[in-house]
């Protein structure tokens, strides 16, 4: 197989929530950038459209699908809405999440709720719904966004730990279950990329910690992502399922 079928999506039809901002557009663009169709949702309609925009500018496809995914009759009235207006996908994005920093002892019951809702609801039942179409079609391509939070804790950050050991964990889960019916589940876990989750709501000092524990010595470039989600959607990746990669700088690599 020549490299750029190995690695190509032409024909392919993907959907991002979560794709209007930061990881999720990224992830977009690059999809769109290895020839597939790139439709994105997120609650925000003009942002989703600016988005679109750039992906049609790339010579793609690309509509626009306004829903909250943690309302389960949206998320699920969303599900067929895509199948009539653009059909099944054959990669599904789930980069939809909210973070909110807090010492342990200060999390009210509702921040638990938005974060869990968000971060592993809309997930879970985003892969349920779309998978169970893809499970009876034999193909498909789930990828989440997990996070170096699937694998440690972090201080004052933790319901979002606990959502993103979740993902990684229904990743696992969901691979193992389906992937003798042709669909694969894995995820990526980014280290730390500045975006609208946490730029403003890390401190001065929590961001350079977080870069000195970086082996690189720097955040990531959002560029630096779409590589991970274009090779787990591609033919290289037909035999790989149930995985999640670090795109983290060496973060997860290092003792000190
Ligand atoms: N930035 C990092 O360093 C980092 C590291 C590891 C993992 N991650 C994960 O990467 C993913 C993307 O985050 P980001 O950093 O790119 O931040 P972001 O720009 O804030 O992206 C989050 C996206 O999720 C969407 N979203 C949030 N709540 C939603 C809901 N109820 N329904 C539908 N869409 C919703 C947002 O769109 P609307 O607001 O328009 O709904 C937004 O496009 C998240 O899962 C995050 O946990 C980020």
């Known amino acids: 197989m020549k490299v750029e079928h190995r690695f190509g999506l032409a024909g392919r ?3 991002v929530i979560g794709g209007g901002s930061g990881i999720g557009r ?3 663009v690059g999809l769109a ?5 790139v439709h994105l949702a997120g609650r925000r309609e003009d ?5 679109c925009g750039q992906l049609r500018a790339l010579g793609r496809s690309s509509r626009a699908f306004p829903v909250d995914a943690t309302d389960m009759d949206a998320l699920r009235e969303f599900v067929g809405a ?8 054959d990669i599904l994005v789930n980069a939809q999440g909210v973070m909110q920093l807090a010492a342990a002892e200060d999390y009210e019951p509702e921040d638990y709720d938005r974060i869990m809702d968000t971060n592993v609801k809309s997930v879970w039942f985003a892969s349920s719904w779309f998978g169970r179409a893809m499970l009876g079609r034999g193909s498909g391509c789930i990828i989440s966004i997990a996070s170096l939070a ?3 804790g972090f201080a004052r950050n933790g319901i979002y730990c606990m959502s993103k050991h979740g993902v990684k964990a229904m990743t696992e889960t969901l691979a193992s279950e389906w992937a003798a019916r042709g669909v694969r589940v894995n995820a ?3 280290g730390f990329f500045m975006t609208a989750l946490n730029k403003d709501s890390m401190t001065e ?3 350079a910690r977080a870069v000195a524990r970086t082996p690189m010595g720097r955040f990531g470039d959002l560029d630096e992502l779409a590589g991970a989600a274009i090779y787990l959607a591609s033919p290289a990746a037909k035999y790989v399922t149930g995985v999640t990669i670090p795109v983290d700088g060496g973060f997860l690599a290092a003792g000190m």
């Open 188 to 190: 990526i876990a980014p």
């Open 13 to 15: 039809q993907a959907l």
């Open 82 to 89: 895509v199948g009539v207006s653009v059909g099944l996908p």
């Open 33 to 37: 950038e290895a020839g597939a169709d």
């Open 26 to 28: 990224a992830i977009a």
């Open 205 to 207: 000092e929590r961001k």
């Open 47 to 51: 942002v989703l459209e600016g988005a």
């Open 150 to 152: 699937s694998y440690r």
